[in-house]
């Protein structure tokens, strides 16, 4: 960043003073540390001719010269960069080193920010590394690898079990300091020193074992030791851990905070957090017991200063004056119309100026000016500080604005009593500059075959130019820079081309003035030219600046005028003083043009050239006259640039030379006509914006020549068959192949005949081919097209030729039924149908061929066409090959024929077939299809016929096996089973008869039977006999006893069987018991039974059970079998599927007491999750609890008050009943009492006398109770009776507790233990609570009754408010009805004494030397008063004076003092109380 401040808008307050200029941060150019550019200082010392050691008193570079470390902070940087890449590679580890380099040496964005050269962003690349890379890279790789190899155990569960083991050590850590924490003494040195040495071993084994992802390096390793040790100190060795110190105070004073808040909502404030010990902990008094300080201060003489900054301001003078009269007048007139005003600063420390005169001096004139005003009031000002005590005395800044450049300094400054301001001596005027300015403007002068077009809005255009233009020194520019200012100037502009940001400083590039201001010496003195020379280097001067640029690259080119300065260090940004452009983040096009912003607009030249079509088609191109091919050809074109484009092209055709252009408006796929030979060059394009050049090369178009022929013939001679048998016809082509020649072939012989067409095909220019016809006679072939690649539609041509013919004989295999006959059977004949042409009668020979043997035979004298040649009967099978040989006709012209033959397959039978049944039949299921399966040795198709034996109809099936799957040397199939019964085969046959296999030509198919299960009756009861019999039922069982009976099930089918069963549940107390539509539960059960099953019938709840089959399923029936519901036995298939169980209820009892007269007690019930025994409670006063020697007397007291136990029965059972109780007394084992023979549903328990025999708890409950008929009901587990009070505590039963009352007593730290020791607001009154640890303690302050829980020994009141305490009841929270009452423990509570300084108020009070002062302190409390009072210093706030003054009566105080200083009171005591507290 450059080193510059950026000034204001034009004629704000806030514009940048004159000062020394900071060195600009200088471009430096890649790969040279040196800069040679001078710095913009150095620049204005050369213009002015001044050096910097004899800068004068007005210059504005009075500051010290200062430079930018450039080349330290490059080797700085290349340091670092080499750093990074040795730690980078360190790294990597596996890496390469290559890496390591493209990592740190890779390229930096350049910034385009004005002076923004900062060498750290263009370090150079680093160091290269080192070649021995490669074996630190496989040394770190060894380093990684764990000590426990992955043979062992993987890397995964090594990591998990160390995280395991490092989890339990922290929770291990975490019990032993919680047990510790709660913990008397809170400290432990086994367990410090017994956890340092656990962490030094884990830490240890974790270094050492290098597990990947969790390896330590070793410093790592005793930062983790020493950071153990210390956590260990805090929390086992330390009884105070640092943590705790820092933590808590911060804990404890947020909490605070916050419970004073809630306390401090009426009403329900206190009742939401009563007596909190961190409301008492971190309760302090407030500090409004002394409140007031009082401070003396002598003030200074009043004085002036103008400027005291040295600054200097600018003003738009030029943007002032161009406006008309009237609009400055109208901003003078409404201040909230104003414009900012340049304003100095005026500097008062005094009295409130009443007038200000200060001198003005012109530079163009060098005249001096005195101005004074009068209303002080109208300046804006900004009060610094304020002295009360001295009236009208202030620290203020007057801002004195300006309208006119020049030097200003102030005269003299007076107060409304004429008193005159002391000023700053030899202070400098303060210099007032014109703010500098510039704009943008277009060169006029630029070359024509630029195209350089102006538009509106600061838009222009221009063509892209070239190398060849820069070689003729074409790069002047087009954009101006006006500037006027304090030179010298430095102008920044940022060019943005195509978006890539550059900034231009003109600093460096000399200016052409447009005026200078001469004055004559005829009218002025020597004096005045002396004074215009003094200030003619502050006026502002007007120079123009050129921008060049090449424009070589197309695009847009977007200059910006960005920032001007002046020598005075005026910064003026031009983004601040105009609509918003592309330069604040928005699009090009966007927002109004300003004189600081242009665009140019490069336009890229045009160019031509052929599309790629042209590069990979066969050249030259063709033209044809065939419509079938081109007669004119649509050349592409590849067009860049703006359209639309007119490009210009030459056909050259020998001598010929036309010149063409064509225009496009759209430049997808441009092509230009071509539709007459010769060669297309390209000449030049231009398109809507300027001229390009064409590519170099040609496209040649030829006109196809029309192909033709010469046809030549020659007979074929054969004088056996009586002359020529047909022509050889030669031909030679020219054009283009392929060829394709037509001819009509046609029989002079029959003249009514319809010529044939035929078609020679030819890749050559010279080909030969045949003409034999069959038949004789004179024929005439009539050639009469040509066709070639050119002209594929052909070329008519016409040649005919003649040629008499004797057509040979011929022979072939004919068909019956549209097929040759191919299969034959042993035994039988076969006929083969031979076809004959040419002049009979013909003579044919014929082979026969079997097992390589060759029988030939002739038959002759044929007359008719259609010959049968007989074979057979076939005597052997096989393959029998026929073929022709040859054949001769009537005129002995023979004829050798070949490949005319067919091959005769003769089988030795037809198919065997036969059913592939199972050993006991096909088995199928009641309703399915049967399917038997059959083997068949043939071919297909073949058609089986069979029957069902014993079938009424004797009706025969039918069925065509097509398709199979093989088996062996077998096809296997099967057919259609009709019903269950046994089927036999009756015949087989394909082409030929086939046989039956005897041994498997029988098949039965059976139907599997259903499965069936029941309930076996032996073992169960019913009532009744015959019809009348009632339901099966297994004999009655108790509640909660083991069954010992089951019922037994009956199965039928191929196991194991899936029976779906239904219990219906009819509860004991249930009156329609048995009854189907008074169900009280209903579930659906599975059971998967093998050969012998028994069903197990439910238990627990007492009532009637009925036990439903509803259906079953086996191995073969997978789909569920309904069955039958009966409670009797139909048949030996259908059994009993319904049968009942009864379960009866339990003898249940219960513990109740009832007072000695017979009233039932109310029992607290002491457990909301887990059920807990009801409690009854006996409260004692305090010392009535007995001793030693006093067991009867005790126990006999207890008898008054013991409540009558009762065990009481429900009416379920059956009496007599037994009865098993325990005791668990208060101390010792527990006993159980057995009660028997209890007649009725109650009986009374009456407990042994050492039972409860002392205070405490004790305990009973029920065992285990008997009915007559034997049913128990167990409430507690057997095992856990008889072995006394378990440590988890007792589940039901009764539990009488004795209580003795509480008791409280002051503690020993409390002020209320002293009677000699006064009660003060803010004192702790504690109270020693004894009895159970939980009581509620209610007590009265200031008339105010409450009641709070206190679960600690030790109660806790803070004395916040002077008046009465009174503790009056604590009762035990465990018996609310267990109190003790106090009427000895009332105290009063004082208020702390007050004092106030000055009325309390912070008082700061100027003075003149000699005056005195009163201080007034008021006090508040009961004399005789005690206090301290101290003067410190202002500054340093050290104590100069302390004074004490004791035992005063009175309520007020003066001190009397002409001393400087800060007075205050720092103690202060009454008679009962002080503060602060000792």
Request: proline share 6%; with cysteine.
């Amino acid at each position: 960043m450059s080193g510059r401040q950026s000034g204001g808008p034009v004629g704000s307050q806030g514009l940048t003073p004159v000062g020394s200029p900071n060195r600009i941060a200088r471009q430096q150019v890649p790969g040279n540390t040196e800069n040679t550019r001078s710095t913009f200082a150095e620049r204005v010392y050369q213009n002015t001719g001044r050096l910097p050691n004899g800068i004068g008193q007005f210059s504005p570079f009075n500051g010290p010269r200062t430079t930018q470390p450039t080349e330290r902070v490059t080797t700085s940087t290349n340091a670092t960069e080499g750093i990074r890449a040795q730690l980078s590679q360190r790294d990597l580890g596996a890496g390469s080193s290559a890496d390591v380099l493209a990592s740190a040496g890779s390229p930096r964005k350049k910034s385009g920010i004005i002076g923004n050269t900062s060498a750290a962003k263009r370090a150079p690349p680093p160091p290269a590394v080192s070649q021995q890379a490669p074996v630190k890279k496989n040394g770190a790789a060894k380093a990684h690898e764990s000590a426990i190899p992955t043979t062992v155990l993987d890397l995964p569960s090594q990591r998990m079990y160390a995280l395991a083991t490092l989890g339990f050590m922290a929770a291990w850590k975490l019990f032993n300091a919680l047990a510790l924490n709660m913990d008397a003494n809170r400290t432990s040195f086994y367990l410090f020193f017994k956890w340092c040495v656990l962490d030094t071993i884990i830490w240890y084994c974790g270094w050492r074992l290098h597990i990947p992802r969790l390896t330590l390096s070793t410093n790592v390793m005793y930062a983790l030791v020493a950071l153990s040790v210390f956590v260990n100190l805090n929390l086992f060795f330390l009884s105070e851990s640092v943590i705790t110190i820092a933590v808590k105070p911060m804990a404890i004073s947020i909490a605070s905070s916050w419970l004073r808040t809630i306390k401090g909502i009426p009403l329900l404030g206190p009742r939401l957090v009563g007596d909190s010990d961190l409301l008492i902990d971190s309760f302090e008094l407030d500090e409004e017991h002394i409140l007031g300080r009082h401070t003396i201060h002598v003030l200074p003489h009043s004085l002036t200063h103008m400027n005291p900054e040295s600054k200097s301001f600018c003003i738009d003078d030029a943007q002032m004056y161009a406006e008309p009269w009237y609009q400055r007048l109208a901003l003078g007139l409404f201040s909230h119309n104003h414009r900012p005003q340049t304003a100095i600063p005026i500097l008062v420390n005094g009295t409130h100026p009443e007038t200000i005169s200060y001198a003005y001096t012109s530079f163009e004139t060098g005249q001096r000016h005195l101005r004074t005003i009068k209303n002080t009031g109208a300046l804006q000002m900004e009060t610094n500080a304020v002295y009360p005590a001295l009236g009208n005395w202030v620290m203020a800044t007057y801002y004195l604005p300006v309208t006119e450049v020049g030097a200003y300094e102030i005269y003299s400054v007076k107060d409304r009593k004429g008193l005159e301001f002391r000023t700053a001596s030899q202070a400098p005027p303060t210099i007032v500059v014109a703010c500098p300015q510039a704009h943008l403007q277009w060169n006029g002068v630029v070359p024509e075959r630029d195209n350089f077009v102006v538009g509106g809005n600061g838009h222009a255009s221009i063509c892209q130019r070239t190398d060849q233009d820069q070689a003729d020194d074409l790069s002047s520019g087009l954009i101006q820079v006006v500037a006027r200012g304090y030179e010298p100037m430095e102008i920044s502009v940022v060019r943005l081309v195509n978006g890539d940001r550059e900034v231009i400083s003109l600093d460096g590039s000399q200016p052409q003035p447009l005026e200078r201001i001469q004055h004559s010496g005829s009218d002025m003195d020597a004096a005045q030219l002396a004074a215009i020379e003094k200030w003619s280097q502050y006026r502002a001067h007007s120079s123009v600046y050129t921008l060049s640029d090449t424009f070589l690259r197309p695009g847009e080119y977007v200059y910006k005028l960005e920032s001007i300065r002046d020598a005075a260090n005026h910064s003026v940004v031009m983004s601040n003083t105009g609509p918003k452009g592309m330069f604040d983040g928005d699009k090009a096009g966007s927002g109004k043009a300003t004189p600081y912003m242009a665009r140019v607009q490069v336009h890229r030249r045009p160019s031509v050239g052929w599309g790629d079509a042209l590069h990979i088609a066969e050249l030259p191109l063709r033209l044809s006259e065939d419509p079938a091919r081109k007669s004119e050809y649509a050349l592409p074109l590849r067009l860049s640039g703006t359209g639309p484009w007119i490009v210009r092209y030459e056909i050259v055709n020998g001598e010929q030379k036309i010149r063409m252009s064509k225009k496009f408006v759209d430049g997808a796929k441009p092509t230009i006509e071509a539709q007459q030979p010769g060669t297309y060059h390209l000449v030049d394009v231009s398109d809507s914006h300027c001229g390009g050049q064409a590519e170099k090369t040609n496209v040649t178009l030829e006109l196809a020549p029309k192909p033709h022929v010469n046809i030549t013939s020659a007979p074929i001679t054969a004088h056996e068959c009586g002359g020529e048998i047909g022509a050889l016809v030669d031909l030679e082509l020219m054009g283009r192949p392929p060829f394709a020649i037509y001819y009509r072939e046609r029989n002079l012989r029959f003249p009514n005949s319809r010529p044939i067409t035929r078609k020679v095909r030819s890749q050559q220019r010279r080909h030969s081919f045949k003409v034999m016809p069959e038949l004789a006679g004179t024929y005439e072939l009539e050639f009469f097209q040509l066709d070639d690649d050119n002209y594929p539609s052909g070329q008519p041509i016409s040649q005919t030729i003649t040629q008499e013919i004797h057509a040979q004989p011929s022979a072939k295999i004919d068909t019956v039924n549209g097929h040759i006959p191919t299969r034959a059977c042993m035994g039988e004949e076969l006929e083969l149908p031979v076809r004959l042409k040419g002049q009979g009668p013909w003579q044919l020979t014929y082979n026969i061929v079997y097992e390589n043997r060759r029988t030939a035979k002739t038959v002759t004298g044929i007359e008719d066409e259609s010959y049968t040649i007989a074979l057979g009967a076939f005597k052997q099978p096989g393959d029998y090959t026929v073929e022709l040989a040859q054949v001769k006709d009537g005129n002995q012209c023979a004829r050798d024929l070949i490949d005319v033959s067919t091959v005769i397959n003769v089988r030795e039978g037809g198919p065997r077939v036969g059913f592939q049944c199972p050993d006991n039949g096909v088995r199928v299921l009641d309703g399915e299809q049967a399917q038997i399966p059959i083997y068949v040795q043939g071919e297909f198709p073949v058609e089986v016929r069979y029957h069902k034996i014993g079938d009424a109809s004797k009706h025969v099936y039918t069925a065509t096996i097509k398709r199979n799957t093989y088996q062996g040397s077998s096809q296997v199939s099967s057919v259609m089973a009709f019903g269950p019964g046994e089927y036999e085969l009756v015949s087989a046959s394909d082409i030929c008869a086939g046989t039956i296999d005897q041994q498997s030509s029988r098949c039965s198919v059976i139907v599997e039977p259903k499965p069936s299960v029941w309930f076996v009756t032996d073992g169960l009861r019913r009532e009744g006999e015959g019809a009348d019999a009632g339901i099966w039922k297994l004999h009655e069982s108790c509640e909660g006893m083991a069954l010992q009976n089951t019922f037994e099930l009956g199965l039928q089918g191929s196991g194991p069987w899936k029976i779906e069963y239904q219990v219906e549940f009819w509860a004991a107390n249930n009156a329609r018991s048995g009854v189907p539509g008074f169900v009280d539960r209903t579930t659906t059960h599975t059971l998967v039974a093998m050969q012998t099953s028994t069903l197990k019938p439910e238990c627990c709840d007492p009532g009637l059970y009925r036990y439903t089959l509803l259906s079953v399923s086996d191995e073969r029936y997978q789909k569920p079998q309904q069955l039958l519901r009966t409670a009797q036995a139909i048949s030996s298939q259908v059994g009993v599927t319904v049968v009942e169980h009864m379960i009866t209820k339990s003898p249940f009892a219960e513990l109740r007491a009832y007072s000695p007269e017979g009233t039932a007690l109310e029992m607290q019930s002491r457990g909301a999750f887990r059920r807990q025994p009801p409690s009854i409670k006996y409260c004692l006063a305090p010392g009535q609890s007995r001793s030693d020697n006093e067991a009867q007397s005790w126990a006999k007291k207890l008898h008054e008050h013991l409540p009558v136990f009762r065990i009481e029965f429900a009416e379920s059972g059956q009496p007599p009943f037994q009865a098993w109780v325990e005791v668990f007394p208060a101390s010792g084992p527990s006993e159980v009492v057995h009660v028997s023979d209890i007649a009725g549903y109650s009986q009374p328990i009456i407990l042994p006398d050492h039972v409860a025999s002392q205070i405490g708890l004790y305990h009973m409950r029920l065992v285990k109770t008997k009915d007559a008929r034997g049913c128990e009901h167990q409430f507690v587990d057997p095992n856990e009776v008889g072995l006394g009070r378990p440590d988890k505590g007792i589940a039901g039963g009764i539990e009488i507790e004795y209580i003795e009352a509480p008791n409280a007593r002051p503690a020993s730290s409390s002020p209320a233990s002293d009677p000699t020791r006064n009660v003060c607001v803010g004192d702790v009154l504690a109270f020693d609570l004894r009895g159970l640890n939980s009581w509620n303690v209610e007590y009265e302050y200031n008339k105010l009754h409450r009641s709070i829980a206190v679960n600690k020994r030790l109660f806790r009141r803070i004395a916040d408010t002077p008046g009465n305490f009174t503790l009056q009841k604590v009762c035990h929270r465990s018996a609310n009805d267990c109190c003790s009452e106090f009427d000895d423990l009332s105290y009063t509570v004082h208020d702390i004494p007050r004092v106030r300084v000055s009325g309390g108020r912070d008082v700061y009070q100027d003075i003149l030397e000699g005056d005195m002062v009163d201080i007034r302190l008021e006090l508040k409390g009961t004399p005789p008063f005690t206090f301290t009072w101290q003067r410190r210093s202002i500054e340093s706030s050290k104590v100069l004076d302390s004074h004490t003054v004791k035992d005063l009566m009175e309520f007020e105080y003066t001190i009397s003092t002409a001393s400087e200083g800060t007075f205050e009171v720092t103690f202060i005591q009454d008679r009962y109380c002080q503060y602060p507290k000792a």
